[in-house]
Structure formats: structure tokens, C-alpha cells
């Protein structure tokens, strides 16, 4: 499930406000809040996306971000604005006493989950952005979510070819072009005023905008992808000014590595396996002697089918992340029983689009690990199911206003079999989550 910050808008975070404003102001003239890419590119949504509405990415929607998001056709080389709404609609199966989040009551709870500014497209010939700054009704929040800022090369050595690049961003998997790995996977919208699964590895969200890191990567003959770069965490001061998450410090840098490899089955599928690796030692909260040392190693794949020049599209993926802890700082400061645990998390999805219009979407979830009653309250084990349905109107070639409208409405409901070790009262944690994604 999705988590946001709860930090409410201070004094701090009015520089980025006004940054926000001037971008704005310099940009509109060319920007009219027009779906950056679609502009930029004279393409329909559908072009890079899967049904038509991101994140998940079509093969050339892979090539695109690769090649550093510098395709360009005569619109010009300075970013554009898009803007992005999300209103839902949560119910959970049990009310949540206290209510479900603060100014929110305990169920049945409609909220401007996400009011979203994006600063994306080409820099230069060889360079672009794609950054993400938000507002949440919850916690009435300001603050920045995503950022991968790169620069791409093509290169040709014997009778191979090749794509290299270099990125700035702020997470591992940000910069990957996969929907199996954590940043990109399913689910693409989720409840933030639900109760949510509480342990998962670090390499699935703990971070979340709160590190920074430069990655290089290259993908090889359209089949190899390795990417391998470090990660730190910005200083308290940073993070205040963005509204990042502060979750504590990393005295050394975070090595992240990515390899995959993915292969065209027939002209109209292909197939990505591949592995992930990411070990940060941190320091929680900035306190305390030595470090929680974390090393996740995660295996994924992915599976796209297009039928019939896209009037169908199958799409599977799968993440399985293994971590290992040995939890220095917080067992000697009394906050976890043990000294070394392991956690284990397995997602899995399977989608159809018809037409990239109506949609349907089975997923799975399985985590499980060490039972720390001071670090979890218990188990971290907790298992169950989603089933999605969508629609989404605009987006394609020929909908009304392309680019300048996108929709997507979805219907999600999330099951639990177990939850935090418990399968009594499970049940109570069932959500049912509507929304309405519009793009500007």
C-alpha cells in the first residue's frame, strides 16, 4: 500500500512552493498543462504505456526513458508542466478507530489523495528530466516524490549496439525501465488511508524520497540491461526544504546493482528476467552507535503481449526480494529482540487491457520473516490478493482532446488472509478503493 508523509506544510517548505511557482510561470506559456511527453513527442499516452496511462511501460516507452526522454519532435528543448489529480474513495471492511488518518473519519473516507506537478522532458539533445512534486491531502503535505534526471548515448562497437547512460535520481529502481521492480510495480495507485502490511524489505519503499543517488547503466543489443551506481542519504536541512522523508543517516554509500535480460519471443511479446542487489548501512533517525545493516537481493520478470496491433495486451510480472538484517543500532537501543532477521517479499500481477481502454488486473502479495516483537509487535507475515478493474476513456490516437485529457478510473479491492501473523481478524483489513486518475 501506499504510504505519505504526514508532516504538515512549514515554514521550510515555502522555498519549494515558490520554486514551484516560478517554474510555472516560465513554462506555461508553452506548457498549458499539457501532458509533457505527449507534447513533446506528437504521440498519444498509449505510445508509451499500457493501457494508455502510465507507469507501465510498452517497448517503446523502455526506449524513450533509455534514451534519456530526448525524443523530440519540434517542440523545443525546455521541459513542459503536466498536472496530475487523483480523487478517491476508501472503505475498509473494519472501521479504524481514532479514524483513518488525521482530519479523516474511520471509514468511508473521500480524499484528494494526490494533486501532482510534473517537470519532465528533453534538456538538450541527450538529456532529460522527469520530476514529481505533490500535494496530499493527507497530512497536507508539499514535497517532492520522484526524480530521475539523466543524460544517454547511443554507441556502436563491432557489430554490436548499445545505449548508455547516466542518471540522477532519488531511489533504487527509479531509474529502471522494468514495472517488476519495487519503484514501478503493481499496484500504480493505492490507498493511503488503509491499514497497511507494516515490515518490507528496504529496498521496497523504505527510503522512499528521502535518498539520492547516481546510477550508470547501458543496455546491450536491445537484450542486456546493467545498471550499478551508489546511493546517500541528503542532509536533514535538504530533506526539511523538499519535505523528503528523514529516515536517518548512511554513513557510507549504498550500493545498488541491477542486471536483466529480455528477449522478443515473437514480434509481438517478450520476456525480462533479472536481478537486483542494494545494501545500505543505516543509521535510524541519525541516533545512536553503529548501523542496521541491510542487504536485499531481489530476482524479478516480466512478460508484455500485444495482439493485433495492440487491441489486446497481456501483461505479467514478479518480484521476489530476500533480505538479511543484522540490526546493530536498534537491538542495542532496545528497539528490535533480535540481532539478525531475514525478510521475504513475493508480488506477482497479471493484466488485460482490451483496446487500452478496459482492464482487468489479478495480483498476489506473500510476506514473511523473522518474528521480532519489538521491531514488527510480532510477525511480519501477512499474505492475501487485489482484483482491479479500469477504464480508461482518453489517452488513445483518436480520443477526444489528445493529449491534452487523460482518465482512468479504477476499482480495487484488496483481500488478506493473513495480516501481521494473524489470520483471525484478517479480514478486517479488506479494502475497497476507488479513484479517479486525471492528466493534464
Known amino acids: 500500500m501506499n504510504t505519505f508523509r504526514t508532516r504538515s506544510i512549514s515554514w521550510a517548505t515555502w522555498p519549494l512552493v515558490g520554486l514551484l511557482g516560478l517554474l510555472l510561470m516560465t513554462l506555461a506559456p508553452t506548457a498549458n498543462a499539457v501532458p509533457a511527453y505527449s507534447q513533446q513527442t506528437h504521440m498519444a499516452c498509449s505510445a508509451c504505456h499500457v493501457g494508455a496511462f ?259 495486451s497481456f501483461t505479467m510480472q514478479g518480484l521476489y526480494v530476500h533480505e538479511k538484517q543484522t540490526l546493530n543500532n536498534s537491538y542495542a537501543a532496545g528497539n528490535a529482540s533480535n540481532l539478525d532477521n531475514t525478510l521475504n517479499a513475493l508480488n506477482v500481477n497479471a493484466t488485460y487491457w482490451y483496446e487500452n481502454t478496459y482492464g482487468a488486473t489479478l495480483a498476489a502479495f506473500n510476506n514473511t520473516g523473522s518474528s521480532d516483537v519489538l521491531l514488527y509487535g510480532g510477525s511480519p507475515n501477512t499474505e492475501g490478493g487485489m482484483v482491479e478493474l479500469n477504464w480508461v476513456p482518453f489517452g488513445k490516437n483518436t480520443s477526444w482532446k489528445q493529449p491534452y485529457m487523460n482518465l482512468r478510473v479504477g476499482l480495487q479491492y484488496t483481500f488478506y488472509n493473513k495480516f501481521s501473523g494473524f489470520t483471525s481478524n484478517a479480514s478486517d483489513n479488506n479494502t475497497t478503493f476507488l479513484y479517479f486518475d486525471t492528466f493534464f
Open 54 to 312: 502510465g507507469p507501465q511501460l510498452t517497448p517503446f516507452g523502455r526506449q524513450f526513458k533509455l534514451l534519456g526522454y530526448a525524443l523530440n519532435v519540434g517542440s523545443g528543448l525546455s521541459p513542459k508542466v503536466s498536472l496530475r489529480i487523483t480523487e478517491a474513495f476508501t472503505h475498509t471492511q473494519a472501521a479504524q478507530a481514532g479514524g483513518a488518518a488525521p482530519g479523516f473519519g474511520p471509514n468511508d473516507n473521500w480524499e484528494l489523495e494526490t494533486a501532482a506537478l510534473y517537470f519532465a522532458g528533453a534538456i538538450s539533445e541527450h538529456s532529460g528530466m522527469f520530476v514529481q512534486v505533490s500535494y496530499s491531502e493527507n497530512g497536507k503535505t508539499v514535497g517532492w516524490d520522484m526524480a530521475d534526471i539523466r543524460y544517454a548515448r547511443t554507441a556502436h562497437f563491432g557489430s554490436h549496439t548499445a545505449i548508455w547512460g547516466i542518471t540522477l535520481n532519488n531511489g533504487p529502481g527509479m531509474s529502471d525501465i522494468y514495472n517488476s521492480t519495487p519503484v514501478w510495480m503493481y499496484p500504480y495507485v493505492g490507498p493511503d488511508l488503509a491499514p497497511g502490511a507494516p515490515a518490507a524489505p528496504v529496498l521496497m519503499g523504505t527510503f522512499m524520497n528521502g535518498i539520492l543517488g547516481v546510477t550508470a547503466y547501458t543496455q546491450i543489443d536491445g537484450k542486456w540491461y546493467i545498471e550499478a551506481g551508489g546511493y546517500r542519504i541528503p542532509s536533514q536541512s535538504f530533506l526539511n526544504h523538499v519535505n523528503g522523508m528523514d529516515v536517518g543517516r548512511l554513513p557510507s554509500t549504498a550500493p545498488y546493482v541491477r542486471v536483466a535480460y529480455q528477449t522478443n519471443l515473437s514480434a509481438q511479446s517478450n520476456l525480462e528476467i533479472g536481478g537486483l542487489y542494494f545494501a545500505p548501512n543505516l543509521q535510524p533517525m541519525r541516533m545512536g552507535a553503529g548501523t542496521d545493516n541491510y542487504r536485499d537481493y531481489g530476482i524479478d520478470a516480466s512478460y508484455e503481449w500485444f495482439g493485433n496491433n495492440y487491441k489486446h
